[in-house]
Nanobody, 122 residues
Framework: QVQLVESGGGLVQAGGSLRLACTAS????????MAWYRQAPGQQRELVAS????????DYAASVKGRFTISRDNARNTMYLQMNNLKTEDTGVYSC???????????????WGPGTQVTVSS
């Protein structure tokens, strides 16, 4: 059974930083692309960042490019999201997602973590 567990969320002031982590179990982590999604209250869920199975290819939403960095450590079955210069509009629930292929392009989300709350205050 695939399990994804996020950690690292919390309350931070605008301009601050947080580092999210997602640890996977029950899956060959290094065989699949991974991604971070977020959902703000009353808004649709959006893809924030994605990373290919080996970590060599990453992609970001325009709203976070230059501020967020996605990475993964396949030896630890863990993915990270370093978030710098946080803005109030970054507030939301951040979820870890495993795709069903080595790249998000042509793949689809297969498993979701329960999410971790990130709140950015002004």
């Amino acid at each position: 059974q695939v399990q994804l567990v996020e950690s690292g969320g919390g309350l931070v002031q605008a301009g601050g930083s947080l580092r999210l982590a997602c640890t996977a179990s029950g899956v060959m982590f290094n065989q699949y692309a991974m991604a971070w999604y977020r959902q703000a209250p009353g808004q649709q869920r959006e893809l924030v960042a994605s990373i290919s199975l080996g970590g060599g290819s990453t992609d970001y939403a325009a709203s976070v490019k230059g501020r967020f960095t996605i990475s993964r450590d396949n030896a630890r079955n863990t993915m990270y999201l370093q978030m710098n210069n946080l803005k109030t509009e970054d507030t939301g629930v951040y979820s870890c997602v495993r795709y069903d292929s080595g790249s998000v392009w042509g793949g689809r989300p297969a498993n979701w973590g329960p999410g971790t709350q990130v709140t950015v205050s002004s």
